[in-house]
T-cell receptor, first 117, second 115 residues
Framework: AQSVTQLDSQVPVFEEAPVELRCNYSSSVSVYLFWYVQYPNQGLQLLLKYLSGSTLVKGINGFEAEFNKSQTSFHLRKPSVHISDTAEYFCAVSDPRAGGGYNKLIFGAGTRLAVHP | SAVISQKPSRDICQRGTSLTIQCQVDSQVTMMFWYRQQPGQSLTLIATANQGSEATYESGFVIDKFPISRPNLTFSTLTVSNMSPEDSSIYLC????????????FGPGTRLTVL
């Protein structure tokens, strides 16, 4: 079964500093990978996704992620964070070969990014 | 991406009662999903709801506790039945398209507190 590990439950960082949120997945097959963000008291918003092609994926709000198949990782990065980036970030994986006509999302436990002034 | 709304946005309910959560999408979608997010936790899929067929429940979730309706391609409801404090969670619906890209878009969630 697939699983997603987000290695850091909390990441504190100062404003304008770079940040990396780590995500590893376990799967022996090709997968789709996603990062979602959840701001306080809100639903999930899609940041970016990797389906195929270039391993460097750019998303909204200046975020990017790099798919590394050999390391089974999909780490999220931003070169300079803002106070407004404070939120919970979830990594998710789906198996495009799963049956039923849809791809079930498996979520990691989440990483709380706290940006301090 | 689809615009998804949920009602109610939050509610406080008494033990033993039931609450029905509505999910409305601004376009027709094939797949709708219901998730639970317990306090401080990640998301867990409750069930998948396709229009015109019975919902498919994940392990640990049963229809008697979480009945789901999907009367058309833009609407679904999830009922949390005979509630207990352990049901206090955020309930989110999401939508996806069949076969391509497999991206799910989420509603704002319903924050449920059971006393």
């Amino acid at each position: 079964a697939q699983s997603v590990t987000q290695l850091d439950s909390q990441v504190p960082v100062f404003e304008e500093a770079p940040v990396e949120l780590r995500c590893n997945y376990s799967s022996s097959v090709s997968v789709y990978l996603f990062w979602y963000v959840q701001y306080p008291n809100q639903g999930l918003q899609l940041l970016l996704k990797y389906l195929s092609g270039s391993t460097l994926v750019k998303g909204i709000n200046g975020f990017e992620a790099e798919f590394n198949k050999s390391q089974t990782s999909f780490h999220l990065r931003k070169p300079s964070v803002h106070i407004s980036d404070t939120a919970e970030y979830f990594c998710a994986v789906s198996d495009p070969r799963a049956g039923g006509g849809y791809n079930k999302l498996i979520f990691g436990a989440g990483t709380r990014l706290a940006v301090h002034p | 991406s689809a615009v998804i709304s949920q009602k109610p946005s939050r509610d406080i309910c008494q033990r033993g009662t039931s609450l029905t959560i509505q999910c409305q999408v601004d376009s027709q979608v094939t797949m709708m999903f219901w998730y639970r997010q317990q306090p401080g936790q990640s998301l867990t899929l409750i069930a998948t709801a396709n229009q015109g067929s019975e919902a498919t429940y994940e392990s640990g979730f049963v229809i008697d506790k979480f009945p789901i309706s999907r009367p058309n391609l833009t609407f679904s409801t999830l009922t949390v039945s005979n509630m207990s404090p352990e049901d206090s969670s955020i309930y989110l619906c999401s939508v996806g398209t069949t076969g391509s890209a497999d991206t799910q878009y989420f509603g704002p969630g319903t924050r449920l507190t059971v006393l």
